[in-house]
């Protein structure tokens, strides 16, 4: 024995090799029992791959145990082949137990395994992450002015009240110019009063007594005209005298209509037009200085909302532009949870169902939210097929140092679960996965009708969906020539021995302790 296992040792190195040798071992000796062909088999690829280790001293150690595995499935091999042959078991024999079981092509049985029926089953898919808690709103409070810090009033955690003041910057040449436009006003806003009260009477007098002095130099003008016109009509005059007399009698007259004119506008005071003028002016300097204050206004910070200063970015010196951020204030009163859910599992997300959120290191530390939003967009740039999913839950505080503290805060880890809509699917155990370069598949098991412990196996291509417990969901995929699969709830699928059989149709033999029609029990699949 020992000469044939170093013969086979020494002869055959590639491990392809050594698999095929060990396979025709067990299949000539057919008197093994089930159960150690069964561990020989299914112990063989884990005592192969063992040179697939990195640590050295590992690497050796196995590279020992494999060597002796296989020289002793070797021995085992050729002494049941001479034993066989000594005792007269020869060519003959074994092409007559072939002839009496024609399963058995070649000699060699069909390969065992045991196999378990599949479930139907009513069930609420389930999607379950894990996301990150942000605030609903968060606002980076900027400067609305220019100029340099000249106060400050919070610190970083700080929870703040809408309208409190957060930092203040330089005032004097606001309050400088505001001082100066003040003073405008109030000289545009007296002309105005002026304009209102109309003419002094000492101007109406003037006026009045300017028009009686032009009607008496009107009158001696045209009297002392009418005088030169009767000389001149006695010929003691010459003519340019008479129009001498008439011009000066002329001057009279309008000097006495312009003097006039002046009265009655005195008298009636400035026009409409112009008081509606100066109302204008008032105004427009009463709005610029209303401009002025509101600017002065954006010198100080106000909060926008009652929140949590998260970030402090200026201290007392600074120089801020209009726009320069201030700090960071979150409002926490509402929390969204961002959770990345795939493609495939988007059509168990429905808007506005409940979702359940553990957050560790909270009390309470399990939450009910609301999906709100799932973000049509995945970061595919990146190679995602992830879409952001919203929940939004409910904050609560308590009170810790006279001021207001969050339960719930800004980046803490959530594991969220969503249930679907119930569906009834087909469930198989996890163990009947078999998983390989070209996908994932099952393989079915048909029972002969004369031996239920023998049958066929077919291999079926799925796509996995929903797990529950040490079920999971599997949907068959179309045969590659378009034919029908056969799978259902009622099929038997093998989940053990899978890995050693073959795509196309397979006879096989269920291993002994193997009840083929039992089901998976409900407290299994939980």
Request: aromatic share 6%; hydrophobic share 40%.
């Amino acid at each position: 024995m020992r000469r044939y296992g170093s013969l086979f040792d020494s002869a055959v190195h590639d491990e392809k090799t050594k698999r095929r040798f060990v396979r025709r071992a067990i299949d000539v000796n057919t008197n093994i029992p089930e159960a150690t062909e069964l561990e020989l088999s299914g112990r063989l690829m884990t005592r192969l791959n063992c040179s697939q280790m990195t640590n050295f001293n590992t690497r050796s150690a196995c590279a020992v145990r494999r060597r002796t595995f296989i020289a002793g499935a070797a021995t085992l091999g050729v002494a049941c082949f001479l034993s066989s042959f000594v005792s007269g078991c020869g060519v003959n024999d074994a092409h007559e137990a072939t002839a009496a079981d024609p399963k058995a092509k070649g000699g060699r049985p069909a390969p065992l395994v045991r196999v378990t029926q599949a479930t139907k089953k009513t069930i609420r898919p389930r999607v379950v992450g894990v996301g990150t808690t942000t605030p609903r709103w968060m606002s980076i409070v900027a400067s609305g002015a220019d100029g340099v810090v000249s106060e400050f009033y919070v610190e970083q955690g700080d929870y703040v009240e809408r309208s409190k003041p957060l930092a203040k910057l330089r005032m004097v040449s606001t309050d400088l110019g505001i001082a100066q436009q003040n003073a405008v006003l109030a000289e545009r806003d007296q002309h105005l009063k002026e304009l209102e009260a109309g003419s002094r009477s000492e101007d109406v007098e003037e006026a009045e007594a300017k028009m009686f002095a032009a009607e008496a130099i009107m009158k001696n003008t045209s009297d002392r005209l009418s005088r030169v016109k009767q000389l001149f009509d006695q010929k003691a005059i010459n003519r340019d005298e008479l129009d001498a007399a008439g011009e000066r009698a002329e001057a009279g007259s309008q000097v006495h209509r312009a003097a006039k004119a002046v009265f009655e506008r005195v008298k009636a005071g400035e026009r409409k037009e112009v008081i509606e003028q100066a109302r204008a002016r008032v105004t427009a300097q009463r709005e610029h200085v209303a401009f002025l204050e509101a600017e002065k206004g954006k010198r100080t910070t106000l909060a926008p909302f009652d929140g949590y200063v998260v970030q402090v970015q200026t201290f007392v010196g600074q120089w801020l532009s209009k726009g320069d951020p201030v700090l960071t204030l979150s409002m926490l009163d509402e929390i969204d949870v961002v959770v990345n859910v795939d493609q495939s599992d988007l059509k168990h997300v429905r808007l506005g169902s409940e979702a359940r959120v553990h957050i560790t290191g909270t009390d309470p530390a399990d939450w009910t939210g609301k999906i709100v939003a799932v973000v049509p967009r995945s970061d595919w740039r990146q190679g995602s097929r992830n879409f952001p999913v919203e929940i939004r839950l409910n904050n609560q505080f308590f009170t810790a140092d006279n001021q207001k503290r969050p339960v719930l805060k800004e980046g803490m880890i959530a594991e969220v679960t969503i249930e679907g809509e119930p569906v009834d699917v087909v469930l198989v155990p996890k163990d009947a996965l078999v998983r390989t370069s070209r996908g994932t598949s099952i393989f079915t098991f048909a029972p002969s009708a004369d031996d239920p412990k023998s049958g066929t196996t077919a291999q079926v291509s799925v796509e996995l969906g929903t797990s529950e417990g040490k079920l999971i969901e599997v949907i068959p995929k179309p045969a590659p020539n378009g034919s029908a699969v056969k799978f259902d709830a009622t099929s038997m699928v093998v989940t053990e021995g899978a890995e050693r059989l073959r795509p196309f149709p397979q006879d096989v033999r269920i291993a002994e302790g193997t009840t083929p029609v039992e089901p998976p029990s409900e407290e299994t699949a939980e």
